[in-house]
């Protein structure tokens, strides 16, 4: 009985997050964007190429993961829609990214409560849908990351490395991202606009 009481009792709002947690798990290969795989391995050489060529791949890293997570937060749709939400993934990756590298050299202490602070915040994301969670996920990895990337760093001397500049690598991925798809909208929104001069040619 004690029990019964305690699940009608249960928030009908904690139901629906942990009805909502196996969405996040559950494999689904027809929603892989392989159009978008293609275009992001395209692009990734970008950052790879002009990274190397002014020698500071310490900061080939930074970009690659801003461009893929922003690739992978894209929700697709309307252009506004989709600028606004990547444009928010990449400040909130920047301060992620400034936080980690700055205290990565620190204590232990500091870099674990900062771990338990940000996972729990990206664990309560789950209560604003599957998409957020995922997003705040992939942050809490990259954060984690940078952590342990920033004590490495800190452990070569003859390698230079600064936050300002970390934070500049992601967002400048991030961004590279939503020029990507900037172009894709202009190039489609011509297409669109061609096609009745095109069938008008052809008759």
């Known amino acids: 009985m004690a029990r019964a ?3 009608e009792g249960r928030p009908v709002h904690g139901r629906k997050v942990m009805s909502r947690l196996p969405k996040v798990f559950e494999p689904n290969p027809a929603g892989v964007n392989w159009r978008r795989a293609v275009v992001l391995l395209d692009v990734g050489l970008v950052p790879l190429f002009v990274i190397w ?3 500071h791949e310490q900061y080939l890293l930074s970009a690659l993961v801003g461009l893929l997570f922003a690739a992978v937060c894209d929700p697709g749709g309307g252009y506004r829609d989709r600028v606004s939400r990547i444009s928010v993934f990449a400040l909130i990756g920047a301060a992620v990214t400034a936080l980690g590298f700055g205290i990565g050299a620190e204590a232990w202490g ?14 309560l994301a789950v209560a604003f849908g599957v998409r957020r969670f995922v997003n705040a996920l992939l942050l809490n990895i990259w954060f984690i990351v940078t952590l342990g990337l ?3 760093l800190h452990q ?21 991202w939503i020029a990507v798809t900037v172009v894709w909208w202009l190039t489609r ?5 061609m096609k009745p001069s095109l069938e008008q040619a052809r008759s």
């Open 150 to 152: 920033g004590f490495n």
């Open 53 to 55: 060529a002014i020698g």
């Open 156 to 176: 070569h001397a003859h390698i230079t490395s600064y936050v300002w500049a970390q934070v500049l690598a992601w967002t400048g991925g991030a961004a590279l």
């Open 189 to 193: 929104a011509t297409m669109i606009a």
């Open 5 to 7: 009481a305690e699940r």
């Open 110 to 123: 500091w870099s674990a409560l900062a771990a338990f602070g940000v996972t729990l915040v990206a664990g």
